[in-house]
């Protein structure tokens, strides 16, 4: 079994930074894809960004985040992060990291965290 955990949520003030964590652990023999989500009560999820393994990984962003976010990886650590500068109050939400990982008994299987809340007030 895997468990993403994420974290490095919290408040910030607009204008401000934040790096989210999301750690995996248990059974993986290679993340092939990673990604950010979030949602806001009473709405959909939203995706965020997302990272593409290879020894020059691909990123893609949503719109709305594209030059302010930056998604990264560290496959020695299984971690993902998340780098968002200029954060606005609308980027209040509950940010959850996805992985499709692959081992060997199951093959390539999508997971999720929790969830980090991350609020952006002055």
């Known amino acids: 079994q895997v468990q993403l955990v994420e974290s490095g949520g919290g408040l910030v003030q607009p204008g401000g930074s934040l790096r989210l964590a999301c750690a995996a652990s248990?059974?993986?023999?290679?993340?092939?894809?990673a990604g950010w989500y979030r949602q806001v009560p009473g709405k959909q999820r939203e995706w965020v960004a997302s990272?593409?393994?290879?020894?020059?990984?691909?990123?893609t962003y949503a719109d709305s985040v594209k030059g302010r976010f930056a998604v990264s990886r560290d496959d020695a650590k299984n971690t993902v992060y998340l780098q968002m500068s200029s954060l606005k109050p609308e980027d209040t939400a509950i940010y959850y990291c996805?992985?499709?990982?692959?081992?060997?008994?199951?093959?390539?299987?999508?997971?999720w965290g929790l969830g980090t809340q991350v609020t952006v007030s002055s």
């Open positions: 990272i593409i393994s290879g020894s020059d990984p691909r990123t």
């Open positions: 996805t992985m499709n990982i692959y081992y060997f008994t199951h093959g390539s299987k999508d997971y």
């Open positions: 248990g059974s993986i023999f290679r993340i092939n894809t």
